[in-house]
């Protein structure tokens, strides 16, 4: 969606870099591993936006450095116009109600010792949100049932349900203080194929009733492609490009974009056939110590094979920063080129 709207979100220059130690009695720091590392976004209201990278290049992280649960390094995340980075705990709480995260493993993030009802009911209590007993009650049946689970099933533990059952205990747990966001952290991505839709469709279906907004991270490329208005992709730290939905699928301008893409398989197997695969190569270099210039370019097809050594030089030396490529569309990339893949 293209809206003129003020974003809900807006991220500047975050940084989360994790220290180093050295060995020794000493443990002093020795580096960092520079997880996000310069990072814009913003998040407009009531839209879906698909944040896509390879495993480590810091996802996790940037969703949980907008959340305070790890405080950035550096840089702004003003949310509904108020700046969150430096905010302890208590100043965090009454905002908490209004951006909640949803993780990938329904396993790991419910408490297995609680049931249902006292994990839905938990941030309620917590915050005070309602009068007594009896309103308890109602609101954990109703959060329950709007996220497609038996209200008389409260009282059984997380351990009794299926992983896509547990996912909408996860998401029902996140709705319990009204947000206007929601955090969703590969939330299919530990489910079976089989029962992604019904959650992501459980997820469509809210975003609408409730009116949130999301920023969907995930490495799946087709749950991504379907339930996001823009997308933007991350590579070792920092965002190298953002479009709208269709626009990054059919004209991708980075080169890592492109690669990503081309990976995705054709469904017309006369297609699939005769196309070309961009491969990237290599490993992704440490987030320890990106590579000079341009990040990307010790993987790039480009830099490998067509640019000139004036070319290259100037890969090797400047960094390239998000520059616009047309509506609502930017990349950071010195020889960006519209390039259809799919
Ligand atoms: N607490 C931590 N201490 C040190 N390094 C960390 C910590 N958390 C994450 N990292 C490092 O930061 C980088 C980014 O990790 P992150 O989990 O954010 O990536 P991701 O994109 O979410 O990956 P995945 O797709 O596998 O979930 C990785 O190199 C990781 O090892
Ligand atoms: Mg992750």
Do not use: W
């Amino acid at each position: 969606m293209t809206t003129t709207r003020e974003p809900i979100l807006s991220v500047r220059g975050l940084e989360k870099h994790f220290p180093i130690k050295g060995g020794g009695l000493l443990q002093r720091t020795v580096g960092a591993v520079r997880a996000v590392d310069g990072l814009d976004l913003d998040l407009y209201p009531g839209e879906v936006l698909g944040l896509v990278g390879e495993s480590g290049c810091g996802k996790s992280t940037t969703g949980r450095a907008i959340l305070n649960l790890q405080p950035a390094t550096a840089g702004s995340v003003v949310f509904q116009g108020r700046e969150l980075v430096g905010l302890d705990r208590k100043q965090m709480r009454p905002l908490r109600r209004d951006i909640q995260i949803v993780f990938q493993d329904p396993y790991a993030s419910l408490n297995p010792r609680l049931p249902v009802f006292d994990i839905v009911a938990e941030p309620l209590i917590i915050h005070g949100l309602t009068k007594d007993e009896a309103e308890l009650r109602e609101r954990v049946r109703s959060l329950v049932e709007t996220v497609g689970l038996n209200p008389e099933h409260t009282n059984r533990y997380p351990a009794e349900f299926s992983g896509g059952q547990r996912q909408r205990i996860g998401i029902a747990r996140a709705l319990a203080l009204e947000p206007k966001v929601l955090v969703l952290d590969e939330p299919v991505s530990a489910l079976d194929v089989s029962i992604q839709a019904g959650v992501i469709n459980l997820l469509e279906d809210l975003k609408e009733r409730l009116g949130l907004s999301y920023l969907f991270i995930a490495h799946d490329l087709s749950v991504v492609r379907h339930i996001s208005d823009r997308v933007a992709v991350m590579y070792l730290g920092k965002i190298i490009e953002v479009a709208p939905r269709d626009e990054l699928f059919d004209r991708p301008t980075h080169p890592y974009t492109q690669a990503l893409l081309s990976a995705i398989p054709l469904p017309d197997p006369r297609l699939e056939r005769s196309r070309k695969r961009i491969i990237i190569t290599g490993d992704v270099p440490s987030p320890a110590n990106p590579p000079s210039g341009c990040r990307f370019r010790t993987r790039c097809q480009k830099f490998a094979g067509e640019l000139t050594d004036t070319q290259r030089e100037k890969c090797l030396t400047v960094e390239p920063l998000l520059e616009s490529r047309g509506t609502g569309h930017t990349s950071a990339c010195h020889y960006a080129e519209a390039t259809k893949v799919l």
